[in-house]
Structures are given as C-alpha cells and as structure tokens.
Nanobody, 125 residues
Framework: QVQLMESGGASVQSGGSLRLSCAASGYNFRSTWMGWFRQAPGNEREGVAAISTYLGGTQYADSVKGRFTITRDNAKNWTSLQMHRLVPEDSAIYYC??????????????????WGQGTQVTVSS
C-alpha cells in the first residue's frame, strides 16, 4: 500500500523558515518524481516544487524560486521542502505527491498518482 506522510507544518511569522518532510512507503521510491503542492482556501492546488528520480533535477514555481528548496534521499525514501523568507501568501495546506515515469509538466497535479494527507502551514504578518 502506497503511503505518503507529510510532517513539519506549523504557524510561523513572516520572514521565518520551515522544513516540511514527506516519508514514502509501499512502492519503489526511486522510480518516481516527487512534488510538493499547496492549496489555500478558495484556491486550486498548485505545484510548488518537484524533483526528478535519479539525477535529482528540480523545478520550482516562480513564486517560491530562491526561497524554497526541494531535496530527496532515495536511501531513506524521503523528500523535504525547505522554506525560507515565508510570507502570508505561502499559507496553505502543503501536500507531498509521487508520480512515475517521465514527466512533461512536473508542477502539474495531473502528473501525480499518489498523494499525502497534507500538512498546514500558516504564516502571519
């Protein structure tokens, strides 16, 4: 059974940092892209960052470039999202996702098959 479990969400003040983690199990972790998405109330779920399978190539949404960093550890079946210089607009539920195969649009939700339950990030001004 595939499981993705996020952790690390919290309430922080603007300018602060957080590190989200996602533990994966039940499938061949190395074979999937990993992505982080977020969804704020009233908004669609949007791609924030993605990291490829073996070579670890990354993509970021323009809104988080230079502030967020996605990494993965294929030995530990784990991916993380380090977030710096947080702003209130970053407040959302953050989801970890896994998608197999080669991806054309790694920040598009339709590319991903498996999803975690999400973790809440709240940034206050």
């Amino acid at each position: 059974q595939v499981q993705l479990m996020e952790s690390g969400g919290a309430s922080v003040q603007s300018g602060g940092s957080l590190r989200l983690s996602c533990a994966a199990s039940g499938y061949n972790f190395r074979s999937t892209w990993m992505g982080w998405f977020r969804q704020a109330p009233g908004n669609e779920r949007e791609g924030v960052a993605a990291i490829s399978t073996y070579l670890g190539g990354t993509q970021y949404a323009d809104s988080v470039k230079g502030r967020f960093t996605i990494t993965r550890d294929n030995a530990k079946n784990w991916t993380s999202l380090q977030m710096h210089r947080l702003v209130p607009e970053d407040s959302a539920i953050y989801y970890c996702a896994a998608g197999a195969g080669s991806m054309v649009r790694p920040l598009e939700r339709d590319e991903y098959t498996y999803w975690g339950q999400g973790t809440q990030v709240t940034v206050s001004s």
